[in-house]
């Protein structure tokens, strides 16, 4: 079955640091990739999205992710956090034949500290 | 402009009732999806609409869910004879075309509690 994981559940890290969160994908087509954040009473808001063309995708709030086929990975980086970082971080694919529906890794609380 | 909007926020009943939850989703859009989050849990699709009809309804776990969009706007989905596992905050995202590089945009979610 098709599917995403996102290593980590929890992610902890210092205002200032580098924030990177986890994503591979099984899939024998290419996908297409999404990041999601949910803040604490909000709707998902989409962070940045790869479907074709440049692999480095750069996202709102200094996100980026790089699609790498050849480790079937979609990882988002931001290389300095701030506190306002501190979420819940989805990434998602849709995939050939399955219509236009994302399927959601499990995914990552991040805690950002001072 | 206004997001997509779901009523009520949260929704509180006893097992064996009937549930409606209501999507408004964003003016123009035509394609409009349903997930559901449990605690701990991404969401999961559940079922999706292209204009009046359910293009996909795969994810609904079995026929006690339905869902209806009668006029290619407002969507409600149905819960019949509520179970406790049925808890959890079902999400609604409404998207310009439907296609698959389109952004789904999502609205707050409404929390089921069955108890």
């Known amino acids: 079955a098709q599917s995403v994981t996102q290593l980590g559940s929890h992610v902890s890290v210092s205002e200032g640091a580098l924030v990177l969160l986890r994503c591979n994908y099984s899939?024998?087509?290419?996908?297409?990739l999404f990041w999601y954040v949910q803040y604490p009473n909000q709707g998902l808001q989409l962070l940045l999205k790869y479907t074709t063309g440049a692999t480095l995708v750069k996202g709102i709030n200094g996100f980026e992710a790089e699609f790498k086929k050849s480790e079937t990975s979609f990882h988002l980086t931001k290389p300095s956090a701030h506190m306002s970082d501190a979420a819940e971080y989805f990434c998602?694919?849709?995939?050939?034949?399955?219509?236009?529906?994302?399927?959601f890794g499990t995914g990552t609380r991040l805690q950002v500290t001072l | 402009g206004a997001g997509v909007s779901q009523t009520p926020s949260n929704k509180v009943t006893e097992k064996g009732k009937y549930v409606e939850l209501r999507c408004d989703p964003i003016s123009g859009h035509t394609a409009l999806y349903w997930y559901r989050q449990s605690l701990g849990q991404g969401p999961e699709f559940l079922i999706y609409f292209q204009g009046t009809g359910a293009a996909d309804d795969s994810g609904l776990p079995n026929d006690r869910f339905f869902a209806v969009r009668p006029e290619g706007s407002v969507s409600t989905l149905k819960i019949q004879r509520t179970e406790r596992g049925d808890s959890a905050v079902y999400l609604c995202?409404?998207?310009?075309?439907?296609?698959?590089?389109?952004?789904?945009?999502f609205g707050p979610g409404t929390r089921l509690t069955v108890l």
């Open positions: 998602a694919v849709s995939y050939t034949g399955t219509a236009s529906k994302l399927t």
């Open positions: 995202a409404s998207s310009s075309k439907g296609t698959r590089t389109d952004t789904q945009y």
């Open positions: 899939s024998s087509v290419p996908p297409y």
